[in-house]
């Protein structure tokens, strides 16, 4: 476990509410392999829904791809993706989760988007409903402090926008196109720095500052890549054209700093933590002391953390919670203690060709929710989009499975913390374009007449030590504060799962069909031009 550290703090809870109030520097250890602050999972056995959980945990099924999510009649989108939580003001809270529909699959249509699943105060579901339609490609994504979800587009020709939706459906989305077109990994807000940053899923990516001219107004700023250091030390460089008419952003900061293939991305105490997947790396930025460090390396498929994409961090103790979209399909823990241990691990074969997607707790910190994105269903996915021929076998069927797990985490307070409603902020100009989330029913499909069972050489990086920054991480506003009121995987890690290599073959050959398909619509169009390409190919000014 050579050349990682990971920053080893100790978190106190603010009395009564439970609300994280700031960071106490412990020190720093390297970070190794153990069997984490839950124990490890190795020897026990899955559970019904095919996890391997620590001593104390359960998981339950929450929304399957294509069924109505409980009694409501929304039926759950295909791919579940990147996810958040928001607090609905009356101790209840709302799931947003993106629709990863590429839109390479899917030729001159948009299936993607972001739907909600409503829980009540005891966690049952009361509702479900699309907050986002008329989009693809919806991956990654991130929550503002003023209540809202921003749905980032991971467009396979470059061309992807963010989203600006709410949670609660009352508001329609809001693209904010002024923060880039591309193919989007992740974003997170800073709420301190009034800032967004932003991933980039290419090869030759970038991580980008998006510094808006009216907080938290998104419809128009300044955006930025970062660029670092040989000692570490990070500064940024204007892109002198966020639209990207002619050059793609990173085209335009040739000096900025690599991250090849940018994935999740989330803001924690005066930190940002990203993943980049073609490496297998986890990085963070101090952004007080300029820094640059790494968290984890490891490039060549080093386990126990391969295959990486989405990532977030546990508020109450620091613990972060990497997901893995290959390797043994795990959500892997680097606690503050230094340990990189996982914390589970969806042991089901019928999950083989899935990926573990959209880590997130609910505002309480009582509830982890995570999807299986191509776990398997009830119906076939070319039923729910006919676009989408997996065949009439078991990988026909994987559409998607969404989980809640809940147990004993560490550092929650002793009793219920109480529910906090932020004031309503000033109101946020509607200046960009606008659809109705409930214009195209993205994941309302009719019912099926028949319903079958369900088949349950690496860049140069410096590693140092992170230093400690106590800096207060602010309640997420209540879903409520609605936007009227808020104003290629890794080549270091093969996944070496598939016992059915037929079947993944088979889907690569599908998926493949498509890109060329596409590709072809849109080069016979006119369309294509400039950085319109796969995210793994190479550039014309970029070297492969």
């Known amino acids: 476990m050579d050349r990682r550290t990971f920053l080893r703090r100790g978190l106190a809870a603010a009395a009564g509410a439970g609300l994280l109030t700031r960071s106490e520097p412990a020190g720093a250890a390297p970070a190794r392999p153990g069997a984490g602050p839950y124990g490890s999972i190795e020897g026990r056995t899955p559970d019904t829904n095919g996890f391997l959980l620590p001593e104390g945990f359960t998981s339950r099924v929450v929304a399957v791809s294509g069924d109505p999510v409980g009694d409501t009649d929304h039926w759950w989108h295909l791919f579940p993706s990147a996810a958040a939580t928001f607090p609905d003001g009356e101790g209840g809270w709302y799931l947003a989760s993106n629709s990863d529909i590429p839109n390479y699959l899917t030729p001159d249509e948009a299936w993607g988007g972001a739907s909600s699943i409503h829980f009540d105060n005891d966690g049952s579901i009361i509702g479900a409903y699309p907050i986002l339609a008329w989009s693809h490609s919806n991956a990654g994504g991130a929550p503002t402090p003023w209540g809202t979800w921003l749905s980032c587009e991971a467009d396979f020709f470059g061309a992807g926008r963010i989203w600006e939706c709410d949670p609660s459906g009352a508001q329609l989305p809001q693209a904010r196109e002024a923060m880039g077109l591309r193919n989007h990994g992740g974003a997170a ?12 899923d290419h090869r030759f990516g970038r991580l980008y500052r998006y510094i808006p001219e009216a907080w938290p107004d998104l419809s128009s700023g300044t955006l930025e890549a970062m660029a670092v250091a040989g000692d570490g030390s990070v500064s940024w460089r204007e892109v002198a054209d966020p639209s990207e008419a002619i050059d793609p952003a990173r085209q ?10 940018g994935k999740g991305c989330w803001y924690h105490q005066g930190w940002v933590f990203f993943a980049t997947q073609f490496d297998d790396r986890v990085h963070a930025v101090d952004l007080a002391a300029g820094r640059h460090e790494l968290v984890w390396d490891g490039f060549g498929g080093r386990k126990p953390l391969t295959g990486i994409d989405d990532l977030t961090v546990d508020r109450w103790t620091g613990d972060l919670y990497v997901a893995e979209t290959a390797g043994d399909l795990e959500l892997v823990i680097v606690s503050t203690e230094g340990e990189v241990a996982p914390f589970c691990r969806i042991a089901d074969p019928a999950h083989e060709l899935s990926a573990v997607t959209g880590p997130c707790f609910d505002p309480d910190g009582r509830r982890l929710y995570l999807s299986s994105q191509r776990g398997p269903g009830n119906r076939l996915v070319r039923d729910i989009i006919p676009a989408i021929d997996w065949g009439g076998g078991p990988p026909g069927r994987m559409g998607g499975v969404t989980y809640e797990i809940t147990g004993p985490f560490r550092g929650r307070p002793t009793t219920e913390p109480a529910t906090t409603t932020e004031p309503a902020k000033p109101s946020l100009p509607v200046t960009t374009t606008a659809v109705p989330a409930m214009a195209v029913a993205t994941s309302t499909v009719p019912s099926a007449t028949t319903r079958a069972p369900a088949i349950v050489a690496p860049s140069t990086v410096t590693t140092t030590t992170i230093s400690a920054t106590a800096v207060d991480t602010p309640t997420v506003a209540p879903a409520t504060t609605t936007l009227a009121r808020a104003t290629g995987e890794s080549t270091s890690a093969a996944d070496d ?3 059915d290599w037929v079947v993944g073959i ?9 890109v060329g398909t596409l590709a072809m619509r849109r080069r016979s169009s006119g369309a294509g031009s400039g950085d319109d390409q796969d995210s793994s190919g190479p550039e014309p000014d970029e070297a492969p």
Do not use: H
Request: hydrophobic content about 50%; proline content about 9%.
């Open 497 to 499: 799962r598939g016992s």
């Open 189 to 200: 807000v800073d709420p301190v720095g009034e800032a967004v940053y932003l991933t980039e």
């Open 252 to 261: 335009q900061v040739p000096d900025a700093f690599t991250t090849p293939a």
């Open 506 to 514: 088979g889907v690569a050959v599908v998926a493949a069909l498509a």
